[in-house]
C-alpha cells in the first residue's frame, strides 16, 4: 500500500468506526430472563416497567425480555448473569447461591430498600455482587413480603418434625432447626410435588401462592411470617460499566422508579391473606410468646448460618440491615 491508500483506508476505519458509534454506542439492548414464572406477579410488575424503559429509551437503552423458567432453569439465571450469557436478571439469591453463598443474606434485611440506599447498606451489598458474583446489584422490587410454611399437616406448635418440606436456600437453616426434612425445588416443581405428596408443605412468601395454582393443594398457613422476600434486578458487570453515562443515569433513574412502587407490596399482602382465606387456607396461629420466639428463631438461626459462612460479610450486613 502506498502512503495515500494508507490514508484513504485509515480514514475509512475512522468512518465505519463512527457509524458504530453513532448506531451502537448510544442506544444498547440488554438481554433480561426472569427466574421467576412468567405469569406471577413479579413478572406481571415488571413487564409495564420495561415497557416504560423501552418508550422512554428510544435511542438510548431497550431492555429485551428473553423469557422466565421455560427459556433458562430458575438456579441457572445468576450464572448466567455473572459469565455474561444475558446481561440483566430477575431474581433473588436464593437462586444463586451457586454463584456465592452471600446471595442468601438479603432475606435477613429489616429495613426498606431506600433506607438501605441511605445508610450504606446497598453499596456494601454492591461491593460483594461486584467482587465476588461479577454482578452490579441494581434494583430490590420486592419488600414486605415476609416468608411463611404452608402444610398441609397441622401443627399446635412451632415443630415440623415427620414433615417433608420444600425449600430453597432462604428456609433450610430454619425449617431444619423445627426438624423438618427438606427437599429443594425451583417453584415450578411445587406443585406436582404437593399433588404426589412427595412433599407435606413448602416456603413461599405472603403473596403469590396462587400464580401457579399452589392453593388446590394447601390446606393450613403457619403464622408469623419471617425475613422479607428478596427479588431483584441484577445486571452482568462489565455489563453495567460499558454503559455510558447517560444510558447509566437513565437507567438509574428507571430503577429508582421502579423501587417507588414498593408501596405496592404492603397492599398485596393484605389482599393474599384475604384471598387464601377464601379459598380455604386454615392460618395456625401461635400465642404471642410462642409467635415472637418463632419470629426470633428465624433470625438467630439465619444470621448463624450467615455468620458461619462469612463471618467479615455477614457481620457487616447485620448492622446495616438491622431494624433502626
Ligand atoms: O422459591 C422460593 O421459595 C424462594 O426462595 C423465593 C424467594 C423470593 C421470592 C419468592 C420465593
Ligand atoms: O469471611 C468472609 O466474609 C468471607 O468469606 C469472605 C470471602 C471473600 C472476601 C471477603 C470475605
Redesign the pocket.
Given at each position: 500500500m502506498n502512503a495515500r491508500s494508507v490514508r484513504a483506508a485509515v480514514a475509512l476505519l475512522l468512518l465505519a468506526a463512527g457509524f458504530a458509534g453513532a448506531a451502537g454506542a448510544q442506544e444498547v439492548t440488554l438481554r433480561l430472563v426472569s427466574a421467576?414464572a412468567e405469569n406471577g406477579i413479579?413478572v406481571q410488575r415488571l413487564q409495564p416497567w420495561i415497557q416504560k424503559v423501552n418508550a422512554q429509551g428510544k435511542g438510548t437503552l431497550q431492555i429485551n425480555f428473553i423469557g422466565g423458567p421455560k427459556a433458562m432453569p430458575p438456579f441457572e439465571v445468576g450464572n448466567a448473569v455473572k459469565t455474561g450469557v444475558i446481561d440483566m436478571a430477575l431474581s433473588?439469591g436464593?437462586?444463586y447461591t451457586n454463584v456465592m453463598p452471600e446471595a442468601d443474606f438479603l432475606?435477613l434485611t429489616q429495613v426498606p430498600v431506600a433506607e438501605q440506599r441511605r445508610n450504606g447498606a446497598f453499596d456494601a451489598i454492591n461491593k460483594v455482587w461486584n467482587d465476588k458474583a461479577n454482578m452490579q446489584y441494581l434494583a430490590r422490587m420486592?419488600e414486605n413480603?415476609p416468608?411463611h410454611i404452608y402444610t398441609n399437616k397441622k401443627v399446635d406448635k412451632p415443630d415440623l418434625s415427620g414433615q417433608k418440606i420444600?425449600?430453597?436456600?432462604?428456609?433450610r437453616d430454619f425449617f431444619q432447626a423445627l426438624g423438618a426434612n427438606v427437599i429443594t425445588t425451583?417453584?415450578g416443581e411445587v406443585y406436582t410435588a404437593l399433588e404426589r405428596g412427595v412433599v407435606d408443605g413448602?416456603?413461599?412468601?405472603i403473596g403469590?401462592i396462587f400464580d401457579l395454582n399452589w392453593q388446590e393443594k394447601t390446606r393450613f398457613r403457619i403464622d408469623p411470617g419471617f425475613y422479607d422476600?428478596?427479588?431483584s434486578l441484577v445486571m452482568n458487570l462489565p455489563a453495567y460499566r460499558k454503559l455510558t453515562d447517560t444510558q447509566r443515569n437513565f437507567l438509574q433513574q428507571q430503577l429508582l422508579a421502579l423501587e417507588a412502587e414498593n408501596s405496592f407490596w404492603a397492599r398485596y399482602s393484605t389482599d393474599e391473606i384475604a384471598r387464601q382465606e377464601k379459598a380455604g387456607i386454615q392460618t395456625i396461629r401461635f400465642d404471642a410468646a410462642t409467635a415472637k420466639a418463632f419470629h426470633d428463631r428465624a433470625y438467630d438461626v439465619g444470621w448463624a448460618a450467615a455468620l458461619k459462612q462469612s463471618p467479615e460479610i455477614a457481620g457487616r450486613f447485620k448492622t446495616l440491615f438491622a431494624p433502626k
Open positions: 421467576f413479579y433473588t436464593a437462586f432475606k420486592v413480603q416468608f420444600r425449600i430453597t436456600p432462604v428456609y425451583p417453584p413448602y416456603g413461599w412468601p403469590g422476600a428478596e427479588v
